[in-house]
Protein backbone atom coordinates (compact mmCIF):
# COMPACT_ATOMS: atom_id res chain seq x y z
CA UNK A 1 0.00 0.00 0.00
CA UNK A 2 1.92 3.67 -1.06
CA UNK A 3 0.49 6.26 0.77
CA UNK A 4 1.18 9.90 0.24
CA UNK A 5 -0.53 12.77 2.61
CA UNK A 6 -3.93 10.79 3.49
CA UNK A 7 -4.29 11.56 6.22
CA UNK A 8 -8.51 11.99 5.75
CA UNK A 9 -8.52 8.43 4.79
CA UNK A 10 -5.44 6.05 6.11
CA UNK A 11 -7.15 5.04 9.30
CA UNK A 12 -10.32 4.01 7.55
CA UNK A 13 -8.80 2.35 4.63
CA UNK A 14 -6.56 0.49 6.97
CA UNK A 15 -9.15 -0.86 9.31
CA UNK A 16 -11.40 -1.87 6.26
CA UNK A 17 -8.13 -3.48 4.73
CA UNK A 18 -7.34 -5.81 8.24
CA UNK A 19 -11.14 -6.37 8.46
CA UNK A 20 -11.03 -8.89 5.22
CA UNK A 21 -11.25 -12.70 5.87
CA UNK A 22 -9.30 -14.39 2.80
CA UNK A 23 -9.71 -18.14 5.02
CA UNK A 24 -7.40 -19.91 4.25
CA UNK A 25 -5.16 -17.14 2.88
CA UNK A 26 -2.62 -15.50 5.58
CA UNK A 27 -2.78 -11.43 4.53
CA UNK A 28 -0.24 -9.23 5.51
CA UNK A 29 -0.02 -5.48 4.71
CA UNK A 30 3.30 -3.69 3.47
CA UNK A 31 2.50 -0.34 3.59
CA UNK A 32 5.42 2.52 2.55
CA UNK A 33 4.94 5.96 3.25
CA UNK A 34 6.31 8.06 1.04
CA UNK A 35 7.36 10.97 3.08
CA UNK A 36 3.98 12.15 4.11
CA UNK A 37 4.17 15.90 5.73
CA UNK A 38 0.77 16.16 7.06
CA UNK A 39 -0.94 13.46 10.19
CA UNK A 40 -0.42 10.46 8.11
CA UNK A 41 2.48 9.55 10.14
CA UNK A 42 1.08 9.86 13.64
CA UNK A 43 -2.16 8.24 12.57
CA UNK A 44 -0.09 4.94 11.24
CA UNK A 45 1.69 5.10 14.34
CA UNK A 46 -1.57 4.70 16.14
CA UNK A 47 -2.30 1.83 14.08
CA UNK A 48 0.81 -0.13 14.14
CA UNK A 49 -1.14 -2.47 16.49
CA UNK A 50 -3.29 -3.95 13.48
CA UNK A 51 -2.32 -7.71 12.95
CA UNK A 52 0.58 -8.60 10.03
CA UNK A 53 0.92 -4.93 9.05
CA UNK A 54 4.40 -3.58 8.34
CA UNK A 55 4.84 0.18 8.21
CA UNK A 56 8.04 1.04 5.87
CA UNK A 57 9.22 4.61 5.47
CA UNK A 58 10.63 6.97 2.69
CA UNK A 59 12.76 9.71 3.82
CA UNK A 60 12.30 11.87 0.72
CA UNK A 61 9.45 11.37 -1.33
CA UNK A 62 9.57 9.17 -4.55
CA UNK A 63 6.38 8.53 -5.96
CA UNK A 64 3.88 6.20 -6.13
CA UNK A 65 5.77 3.94 -8.44
CA UNK A 66 8.60 4.18 -5.74
CA UNK A 67 6.44 3.76 -3.05
CA UNK A 68 5.09 -0.05 -4.63
CA UNK A 69 9.27 -0.87 -5.50
CA UNK A 70 9.76 -0.67 -1.75
CA UNK A 71 6.68 -2.52 -0.72
CA UNK A 72 7.55 -5.08 -3.42
CA UNK A 73 10.80 -5.81 -2.18
CA UNK A 74 9.50 -6.50 1.17
CA UNK A 75 6.49 -9.15 0.45
CA UNK A 76 6.57 -12.31 2.17
CA UNK A 77 3.56 -14.14 0.76
CA UNK A 78 2.71 -16.13 -2.66
CA UNK A 79 0.44 -13.06 -4.44
CA UNK A 80 0.11 -9.30 -4.01
CA UNK A 81 -2.58 -7.22 -4.63
CA UNK A 82 -1.87 -3.17 -4.84
CA UNK A 83 -4.21 -1.13 -3.01
CA UNK A 84 -4.57 2.97 -2.92
CA UNK A 85 -4.56 4.54 0.83
CA UNK A 86 -7.69 6.26 -0.46
CA UNK A 87 -10.98 5.01 -0.40
CA UNK A 88 -11.79 4.97 -4.02
CA UNK A 89 -11.47 1.23 -4.08
CA UNK A 90 -13.39 -1.69 -1.35
CA UNK A 91 -11.19 -4.47 0.05
CA UNK A 92 -14.12 -6.94 0.04
CA UNK A 93 -13.00 -7.10 -3.35
CA UNK A 94 -9.96 -9.44 -2.24
CA UNK A 95 -11.63 -12.11 -2.73
CA UNK A 96 -12.71 -11.65 -6.33
CA UNK A 97 -9.28 -10.80 -7.45
CA UNK A 98 -7.54 -13.70 -6.06
CA UNK A 99 -9.93 -16.77 -6.76
CA UNK A 100 -8.89 -16.78 -10.72
CA UNK A 101 -5.02 -17.43 -9.15
CA UNK A 102 -6.31 -19.71 -6.46
CA UNK A 103 -7.56 -21.97 -8.34
CA UNK A 104 -4.36 -22.08 -10.76
CA UNK A 105 -6.25 -20.28 -13.76
CA UNK A 106 -4.36 -17.36 -13.85
CA UNK A 107 -1.57 -15.98 -12.68
CA UNK A 108 -2.63 -11.75 -12.67
CA UNK A 109 -6.07 -10.88 -12.18
CA UNK A 110 -6.86 -6.53 -12.80
CA UNK A 111 -10.35 -5.64 -11.22
CA UNK A 112 -12.25 -3.70 -13.78
CA UNK A 113 -13.89 -0.23 -12.64
CA UNK A 114 -17.27 1.47 -13.35
CA UNK A 115 -15.92 4.77 -14.52
CA UNK A 116 -19.33 6.68 -14.61
CA UNK A 117 -18.24 8.47 -11.22
CA UNK A 118 -15.11 9.57 -12.41
CA UNK A 119 -14.76 13.40 -14.58
CA UNK A 120 -15.23 13.06 -18.15
CA UNK A 121 -11.74 14.14 -18.73
CA UNK A 122 -10.51 11.73 -16.76
CA UNK A 123 -13.03 8.52 -17.81
CA UNK A 124 -11.66 9.77 -21.37
CA UNK A 125 -7.95 9.70 -20.63
CA UNK A 126 -8.35 5.80 -18.77
CA UNK A 127 -10.09 4.53 -21.88
CA UNK A 128 -7.53 6.03 -24.17
CA UNK A 129 -4.83 4.75 -22.12
CA UNK A 130 -6.40 1.03 -22.03
CA UNK A 131 -7.09 1.49 -26.06
CA UNK A 132 -3.22 2.06 -26.94
CA UNK A 133 -2.13 -0.42 -24.76
CA UNK A 134 -4.49 -2.90 -26.38
CA UNK A 135 -2.76 -1.51 -30.08
CA UNK A 136 0.80 -1.79 -29.08
CA UNK A 137 0.41 -5.02 -26.90
CA UNK A 138 -2.47 -6.80 -29.05
CA UNK A 139 -4.90 -7.43 -26.16
CA UNK A 140 -8.29 -6.29 -25.12
CA UNK A 141 -7.55 -5.16 -21.98
CA UNK A 142 -11.22 -3.09 -20.37
CA UNK A 143 -8.60 -1.10 -17.69
CA UNK A 144 -4.95 -0.96 -17.53
CA UNK A 145 -4.96 1.60 -15.07
CA UNK A 146 -6.79 0.25 -12.31
CA UNK A 147 -4.98 0.21 -8.73
CA UNK A 148 -6.48 -3.61 -7.79
CA UNK A 149 -3.69 -5.63 -9.86
CA UNK A 150 -3.55 -9.11 -8.11
CA UNK A 151 -0.14 -10.61 -8.95
CA UNK A 152 1.44 -14.17 -8.51
CA UNK A 153 4.94 -13.96 -6.61
CA UNK A 154 6.96 -15.26 -9.71
CA UNK A 155 5.15 -12.59 -11.53
CA UNK A 156 5.87 -9.45 -9.29
CA UNK A 157 9.98 -10.80 -9.00
CA UNK A 158 10.26 -10.41 -12.44
CA UNK A 159 9.01 -7.16 -12.99
CA UNK A 160 11.93 -5.15 -11.87
CA UNK A 161 9.91 -1.70 -11.45
CA UNK A 162 11.90 1.38 -12.95
CA UNK A 163 9.24 4.15 -13.27
CA UNK A 164 8.79 6.38 -10.05
CA UNK A 165 5.40 7.96 -10.75
CA UNK A 166 2.06 6.51 -11.64
CA UNK A 167 3.49 5.52 -14.85
CA UNK A 168 4.13 2.61 -12.93
CA UNK A 169 0.65 1.32 -13.77
CA UNK A 170 1.62 1.15 -17.82
CA UNK A 171 5.11 -0.36 -16.46
CA UNK A 172 3.50 -3.32 -15.13
CA UNK A 173 1.00 -4.03 -17.22
CA UNK A 174 3.17 -3.32 -20.06
CA UNK A 175 6.31 -5.81 -18.81
CA UNK A 176 3.73 -8.46 -17.13
CA UNK A 177 2.36 -8.55 -21.19
CA UNK A 178 5.86 -8.93 -22.34
CA UNK A 179 6.38 -11.62 -20.33
CA UNK A 180 3.73 -13.38 -21.99
CA UNK A 181 1.45 -13.25 -18.87
CA UNK A 182 -2.54 -13.62 -19.47
CA UNK A 183 -4.57 -10.63 -17.43
CA UNK A 184 -7.46 -11.78 -16.23
CA UNK A 185 -10.22 -9.31 -15.86
CA UNK A 186 -12.91 -9.23 -13.31
CA UNK A 187 -15.72 -6.36 -11.94
CA UNK A 188 -15.14 -4.43 -8.71
CA UNK A 189 -16.57 -1.92 -6.73
CA UNK A 190 -15.39 1.75 -7.34
CA UNK A 191 -16.28 4.91 -6.24
CA UNK A 192 -14.16 7.98 -7.81
CA UNK A 193 -12.84 10.50 -5.67
CA UNK A 194 -11.83 14.60 -6.00
CA UNK A 195 -10.15 15.87 -2.62
CA UNK A 196 -6.94 15.74 -2.51
CA UNK A 197 -6.65 13.49 -5.82
CA UNK A 198 -2.72 13.55 -6.68
CA UNK A 199 -3.42 12.22 -10.34
CA UNK A 200 -4.11 14.49 -12.92
CA UNK A 201 -4.53 14.54 -16.74
CA UNK A 202 -0.60 15.79 -16.68
CA UNK A 203 0.14 12.26 -15.49
CA UNK A 204 -1.27 10.35 -19.28
CA UNK A 205 1.86 11.54 -20.71
CA UNK A 206 4.19 9.88 -18.98
CA UNK A 207 1.80 6.71 -19.40
CA UNK A 208 1.94 6.56 -22.53
CA UNK A 209 5.65 7.00 -22.68
CA UNK A 210 6.00 4.10 -20.61
CA UNK A 211 3.24 1.69 -23.12
CA UNK A 212 6.24 3.01 -25.94
CA UNK A 213 9.33 2.43 -24.14
CA UNK A 214 8.29 -1.10 -22.58
CA UNK A 215 6.57 -2.24 -26.07
CA UNK A 216 10.05 -4.54 -26.87
CA UNK A 217 10.83 -5.20 -22.94
CA UNK A 218 12.21 -8.63 -22.77
CA UNK A 219 13.54 -8.56 -19.32
Request: contains cysteine; hydrophobic residues 40%.
Amino acid sequence: MPVFNEADTIAEILERVAAVRLDPVEKEIVLVDDCSKDDTPHILKMHAHLPNLRILTHQVNGGKGAAIQTALAHITGDMVIIQDADLEYDPNDYPRLIAPIVRGEAKVVYGVRDLRTQRWYMALGNRFVTLVTNLLYGVSLRDMETCYKAMAREVVEGLKLECRRFDVEAEITAKILRRGYRIVEVPIHYQARYEHKKLSPADGWPTLKALWRYRHWNG
